[in-house]
């Protein structure tokens, strides 16, 4: 059976156009894969059509905004993983309008759906006594709960994400003075962070145990399983769920939503309470924008206090005077 122009130019750019051109991440690939495995799916099931059967000329403005609202509305899935899907689908038609410019009308009708509007939910963070809670509570008696120290205390010291912290490999770390982390990012974008003297500590001896500090081991993976493989997002995000588990039972009003991204939030919060510049948190955090690393500093209700307090006291003292006092005003309102 001879493939559709959808099946030739989806092929082109899962394959082809994003690694090879755009250098984007595996996992973003993979991303993009299950937009359109959704997209698929739900053309066979509510419109009829047949992946082998699925054409350019079937992707039309009211089929996506279908798809989109099928997506929110019966996938149960947030506003965001719709504004998710809707940027994958307008990544291919800007890539299809200059592959296939006789598209371009049909291109540019589905870029101009809009991302829906939504509410950011509030930056949660752990304050440093919940920090501190959780941190304690691997057993460093044990060989396994040393790596969790160490594993945990570097997800913390350098904001990683998780992704970030689990594609780590010896080569990447330096533990000598000054002691310093590579991580690559988004975008396959890598930054440098330094790492402080408690991590280090934990890191050496973690990495001694293991014989990691030896030359042959330099494309090793920093953290792995019982397996030898790279520890997956899954597995920390066990291990945090574990942890923090326990230092609930001492500490009872710990929230129960703390996933991998809290550590980086919590950094983030306590980096900016330190009085770190943004910039300064955007380079350790690897935001592309500074505009990203500004949430921060929306969320922090202590520093708004402080700020408002401070304006107030350098504000001149005025008397205002009393309504009350005005007697044409208290006639007026008599009278209504």
């Given at each position: 059976?001879?493939?559709?122009?959808?099946?030739?130019?989806?092929?082109?750019?899962?394959?082809?156009?994003?690694?090879?051109?755009?250098?984007?991440?595996?996992?973003?690939?993979k991303?993009y894969?299950?937009?359109?495995?959704?997209?698929?799916?739900?053309?066979?099931?509510?419109?009829?059509?047949?992946p082998?059967?699925?054409?350019?000329?079937?992707?039309?403005v009211?089929?996506?905004?279908?798809?989109?609202?099928?997506?929110?509305?019966?996938?149960?899935?947030?506003?965001?993983?719709?504004?998710?899907?809707?940027?994958?689908l307008?990544?291919?038609?800007?890539?299809?309008?200059?592959?296939?410019?006789?598209?371009?009308?049909?291109?540019?009708?589905?870029?101009?759906?809009?991302?829906?509007?939504?509410?950011?939910?509030?930056?949660?963070?752990?304050?440093?006594?919940?920090?501190?809670?959780?941190?304690?509570?691997?057993?460093?008696?044990?060989?396994?709960?040393?790596?969790d120290?160490?594993?945990?205390s570097?997800?913390?010291d350098?904001?990683?994400?998780?992704?970030?912290?689990?594609?780590?490999?010896?080569?990447?770390?330096?533990?000598?003075?000054?002691?310093?982390?590579?991580?690559t990012?988004?975008?396959?974008?890598?930054?440098?962070?330094?790492?402080?003297?408690?991590?280090?500590?934990?890191?050496?001896?973690?990495?001694?145990?293991?014989?990691l500090?030896?030359?042959?081991?330099?494309?090793?993976?920093?953290?792995?399983?019982?397996?030898?493989?790279?520890?997956?997002?899954?597995?920390?995000?066990?291990?945090?769920?574990?942890?923090?588990?326990?230092?609930?039972?001492?500490?009872?009003?710990?929230?129960?939503?703390?996933?991998?991204?809290?550590?980086?939030?919590?950094?983030?919060?306590?980096?900016?309470?330190?009085?770190n510049?943004?910039?300064?948190?955007?380079?350790?955090?690897?935001?592309?924008?500074?505009?990203?690393?500004?949430?921060?500093?929306?969320?922090?209700?202590?520093?708004k206090?402080?700020?408002?307090?401070?304006a107030?006291?350098?504000?001149?003292?005025?008397?205002?005077?009393?309504?009350?006092?005005?007697?044409?005003?208290?006639?007026?309102?008599?009278?209504?």
């Amino acid at each position: 059976m001879k493939p559709t122009d959808f099946a030739i130019r989806l092929t082109n750019f899962l394959g082809e156009y994003l690694s090879a051109q755009k250098n984007v991440s595996p996992n973003t690939i993979k991303a993009y894969r299950d937009t359109f495995t959704l997209l698929l799916r739900y053309c066979r099931d509510h419109w009829a059509v047949s992946p082998e059967n699925l054409t350019l000329d079937t992707l039309n403005v009211p089929l996506v905004i279908s798809f989109l609202n099928y997506v929110e509305n019966e996938g149960n899935c947030s506003t965001r993983t719709r504004n998710h899907r809707l940027s994958v689908l307008h990544a291919f038609f800007r890539y299809l309008q200059t592959e296939d410019p006789c598209r371009i009308a049909q291109c540019q009708q589905i870029l101009a759906i809009p991302l829906k509007r939504y509410i950011r939910p509030t930056v949660h963070y752990l304050t440093t006594d919940e920090l501190a809670e959780i941190l304690d509570k691997p057993n460093l008696a044990t060989i396994w709960g040393r790596r969790d120290a160490a594993l945990l205390s570097l997800l913390y010291d350098t904001g990683a994400r998780v992704q970030e912290l689990v594609d780590l490999s010896i080569r990447d770390i330096r533990l000598n003075p000054p002691a310093q982390i590579c991580l690559t990012g988004k975008g396959r974008k890598s930054r440098v962070v330094p790492l402080m003297s408690g991590t280090v500590n934990l890191l050496v001896q973690y990495m001694s145990e293991h014989r990691l500090d030896c030359s042959e081991c330099i494309d090793s993976p920093l953290f792995f399983n019982r397996r030898g493989e790279h520890l997956s997002r899954f597995g920390v995000r066990y291990l945090l769920k574990k942890y923090t588990t326990d230092a609930r039972k001492t500490k009872p009003g710990l929230s129960k939503n703390i996933s991998p991204h809290t550590m980086r939030h919590s950094k983030a919060m306590h980096l900016l309470q330190a009085g770190n510049p943004a910039t300064v948190i955007q380079s350790i955090l690897g935001h592309a924008d500074v505009r990203s690393t500004d949430i921060y500093a929306r969320a922090d209700m202590k520093m708004k206090r402080h700020a408002l307090q401070k304006a107030a006291e350098m504000a001149p003292s005025v008397k205002l005077p009393s309504w009350r006092d005005n007697k044409g005003l208290m006639e007026w309102l008599s009278s209504l």
